[in-house]
């Protein structure tokens, strides 16, 4: 027979998937179904999970003591598999037992563990997890049959490889392979055998390095022409960057081979690197799927990405990169200084990454891995290399990869993501030459906030469909009480909406219920004591009560929102006003005090040309903690570029005018922004204005500001409220002389509004279509001024396949009065309601008249 489209579908499952009666009546399943669909299969599996963790402990440390308390440990865990199996493991299992005992007896008694014996040992537990599986698999289908893997994965010895690697991390060929492709049609239908082994000329046992057993998948797929290569694990598939870090990490529905490998090799620890190619050279799909939720889809792996998919499709980091940088004047026009630098690389065994040249530097990342050694000879070889230039080591700092294809053709695109790069230093860029990947390094400290920024750009704006999928908190089910769940609760009141539309205009509807549920969460933080609502985010008299009775205070911008407080709650305590404008007359200063409410002062100009109005009083400052978040650069309120808050030098100069005038520092005010997702981000502004008090002294509350991110929608994780309060509550702990305050806006009302208004007329311009509804910019500007994107939908028909790509756009004479851009949408008639998700910020109080058009009026629901 040639290599032809066998019939066999090889099946891996990990550890993990093998470790529990409950997955391995999982695995019965899917085998059942594979059969169903007339295919044969070859179950691969590896050692149950943590087995092979402690055989390797038993490789490295062989002289412990407890050597035999180990081989005991692996045996009751087989054991205790079996029974739950309903096998007699101790019966089935008895020689590899009695073979297992031996060999670490020998281990004990040298002392030392050889390659040969390491291998040997660690192969022990694939033989028996893999005698348990066969006898499990007999049992509940009655055709299973065990085959010894080293009979077919033949090692073969590579060129300048170590002894070692031969033995522990071997390789075999990846072609067609006539015996074992015959070997197994004999032993089929249903065939069971181990990952990670192999043998090699002289029949000795050896392993493919750990993690290995997905590569033996892959071997055994390409020697016998299998027709699909499914590696079943416990997670769903591969995504668009690390969900342990960025829970709203996308499900990749579909990749490349090459993408795959670029994903894998830049370590996503889902699939082996060295699996893909395998595959790859036979053209035979890889389904990474998971085990405990057999009904997901999971991620496929095939030839070409379609041109419908996305170009970048994940993002990857690469922590405590090393770089050198050699600095020379000499090099210019130079011939080869390249040569002899990199020499000295070499002579120090030390292997480069990404390189960087300009006229006079040459930038090298260390290979991340495979450098263990570099603090071990740093110094040696700083002075060898200096002998060519000026050498200097930069640590802590990590590598951020895109991922994808094409990359060159759409860096234009990334210009919103690299805002997040404004200010901090990016030590090296480079793209591959199979421009498959493009790399930066920058300061470790920022990755985190860097990369949920990038992820939130690059890919959760990206609304492509079949490449992207759902996101790990969906997938998982994991999103918490203590999240912003996004939930839409317009969905719920559907029915009531459209009835409020049936006789009205365009109207911004506010959900009472929805602003207490955000309310609770920021009051839920426990070291926060007293927080203010930013009352410019919407300043409806409802919406207003509703926090006054739920006990908020009242941030302030203007002298009008000072009064409109007093004007609704006459007996308001002035106190619980935090009046914070910002290049205000001098007059509005003047009222606030007058008034008795907080006044921050954010500039030093006020102290310097106004004292007289704050001589003797005390006032809040506001203070730049020099870096700025949020998420597009109108928003950011913090560094240089921004036009907000005392600068850190300038503190120097305060500190004479507080004294000089006898003012007194109440409190302490920052605010970086809006829209922050990183729950750390509080905590950082925290001890900036605490070590500010410190310098100033006498200060007794910090007030930290707002930017609490929300769930802009349904494929964003909501901020973690709960990482957010353990971190203060650290803050807290360490310095409990202060009142924290917060002063959220956005955050507590966006979720609760929702715009309404009604298609009123339809265009269709060759692949453009247009939706246009009764009002645009003149109600809602949050898109055309931020490039916002809100969730829209047609309220009238929810439920109708969205399979149209239009653009939803408003009456206004202006280009921009465009709602949403490219949305997959319900074909749509004149009349249908429109809804625009996330309006109760920033809505109706940035609304105008503009074009004579009057803006939506506002109601609220009880
Ligand atoms: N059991 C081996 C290991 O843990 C191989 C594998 O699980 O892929 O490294
Ligand atoms: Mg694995």
């Not at 007339?38 to 390797?56: E, T």
């Not at 210009?415 to 790399?439: C, I, M, R």
């Not at 009064?563 to 200063?589: C, M, R």
């Amino acid at each position: 027979m040639s290599e032809e489209r066998s019939g066999w579908v090889v099946l891996k499952f990990g550890g993990t998937s093998v470790s529990t009666l409950e997955n391995w009546q999982k695995i019965v399943s899917v085998v059942r179904k594979r059969r169903e669909e007339g295919f044969k299969v070859c179950l691969v599996h590896s050692a149950l999970s943590g087995v092979s963790n402690i055989l390797q402990d038993i490789v490295e440390q062989p002289d412990e003591n407890d050597l035999m308390q180990k081989v005991e440990q692996v045996k009751q865990k087989h054991i205790d598999l079996g029974k739950t199996l309903g096998i007699d493991t101790v019966d089935l299992l008895a020689n590899d037992f009695e073979e297992l005992g031996h060999i670490v007896k020998g281990i004990e008694l040298i002392g030392e563990a050889g390659y040969r014996v390491h291998a040997r040992l660690l192969a022990m537990g694939e033989l028996m997890a893999t005698k348990l599986g066969t006898a499990y698999l007999q049992k509940e289908l009655d055709e299973a049959l065990w085959l010894d893997a080293r009979n077919y994965i033949k090692t073969i010895i590579r060129k300048n490889t170590t002894e070692r690697s031969q033995i522990i991390s071997a390789v075999s060929t990846t072609d067609y392979d006539q015996n074992t492709a015959d070997a197994l049609d004999k032993a089929g239908p249903v065939i069971v055998t181990q990952g990670f082994i192999g043998s090699d000329s002289e029949d000795k046992t050896v392993v493919l390095g750990r993690g290995g057993s997905d590569v033996s998948a892959a071997y055994f797929a390409a020697k016998i022409g299998a027709e699909r290569l499914e590696i079943w694990t416990d997670v769903p598939g591969m995504f668009s960057v690390n969900p342990h870090a960025v829970p709203s990490a996308r499900l990749l529905n579909h990749l490349s081979y090459e993408e795959a490998q670029e994903i894998a090799t830049n370590g996503a620890h889902v699939l082996h690197p060295r699996s893909i190619m395998p595959a790859r050279k036979h053209q035979i799909p890889i389904h990474v799927r998971c085990t405990q939720k057999p009904e997901l889809s999971g991620t496929v792996i095939s030839a070409e990405a379609s041109e419908d998919e996305a170009l970048v499709k994940a993002i990857a980091v690469r922590s405590d990169v090393i770089l050198v940088s050699m600095e020379s004047l000499g090099m210019w026009q130079e011939v080869g200084f390249l040569a002899d630098a990199f020499d000295v690389f070499k002579h120090f065994g030390l292997s480069i990454d990404l390189v960087s040249t300009s006229q006079s530097n040459v930038t090298v990342s260390l290979d991340p891995g495979l450098n263990d050694h570099f603090q071990d000879i740093r110094d040696e070889f700083v002075e060898d290399l200096r002998r060519y230039c000026a050498v200097e080591v930069i640590e802590d700092v990590s590598a951020v990869s895109l991922l994808g294809r094409r990359i060159r053709t759409i860096l234009h695109q990334l210009g919103s993501a690299f805002e997040a790069f404004q200010e901090h230093q990016v030590y090296l860029v480079s793209q591959a030459a199979n421009d498959l990947n493009f790399t930066f390094v920058v300061e470790s400290e920022q990755v985190d906030r860097l990369v949920r920024k990038l992820h939130e750009q690059v890919i959760l704006q990206s609304g492509n469909q079949k490449s992207f999928g759902p996101t790990w908190s969906q997938l998982m089910n994991e999103e918490s009480e203590s999240k912003d769940d996004g939930e839409a609760w317009w969905k719920d009141k559907r029915g009531e909406l459209l009835t409020l539309m049936e006789g009205n205009g365009s109207m911004y509807i506010y959900d009472t219920d929805t602003v207490k549920r955000y309310a609770e969460l920021i009051q839920n933080i426990d070291a926060v004591s007293f927080g203010l609502y930013a009352m410019k985010a919407n300043a409806n008299t409802d919406i207003l009560k509703t926090f006054h009775e739920l006990g908020f205070g009242f941030e302030c911008v203007s002298i009008g929102e000072v009064e409109k407080v007093f004007e609704l709650f006459p007996d308001f305590d002035p106190q619980k006003i935090l009046f914070t404008p910002n290049f205000a007359p001098k007059s509005e200063y003047e009222k606030g005090m007058e008034l008795g409410v907080n006044v921050t002062l954010d500039n030093i100009y006020p102290l310097q040309k106004w004292p007289k109005i704050f001589k003797d009083k005390e006032v809040f400052l506001r203070i730049d903690p020099g870096h700025g978040g949020g998420h597009h650069e109108h928003v950011k309120t913090g560094g240089v570029q921004s036009k907000f808050g005392i600068p850190r030098f300038e503190i120097p100069e305060l500190k004479e005018l507080i004294a000089t005038h006898n003012i007194q520092v109440k409190g302490l005010h920052a605010h970086i922004g809006s829209g922050i997702k990183d729950p750390q981000s509080w905590k950082d502004v925290a001890v900036i204005l605490h070590n500010v008090a410190e310098d100033l002294g006498g200060v007794d509350i910090l007030d930290l500001g707002g930017g609490f991110g929300i769930r802009e929608n349904e494929t964003q994780a909501g901020l973690d409220m709960k990482s957010v309060n353990e971190s203060l509550n650290q803050f807290k702990e360490a310095h409990p002389q202060y009142d924290l305050w917060v002063e959220p806006g956005r955050f507590l009302v966006a979720t609760a509004g929702v715009l309404l208004s009604k298609v009123t007329q339809l265009k269709g311009k060759g692949e453009m279509q247009y939706v246009g509804i009764e009002t645009g910019m003149n109600s809602f500007i949050r898109p055309a001024l931020y490039g916002a994107r809100h969730t829209i939908v047609n309220l009238s028909k929810l439920d109708h396949p969205a399979n149209q790509t239009v653009n939803i756009v408003g009456p206004i004479c202006e280009s921009g009065d465009k709602l949403g851009i490219d949305r997959l949408f319900p074909s749509s008639e004149e009349g249908d309601v429109i809804l625009v998700a996330n309006t109760g910020a920033y809505g109706k109080v940035m609304s105008s008249n503009y074009n004579l058009r009057a803006p939506a009026e506002e109601y609220v629901l009880n």
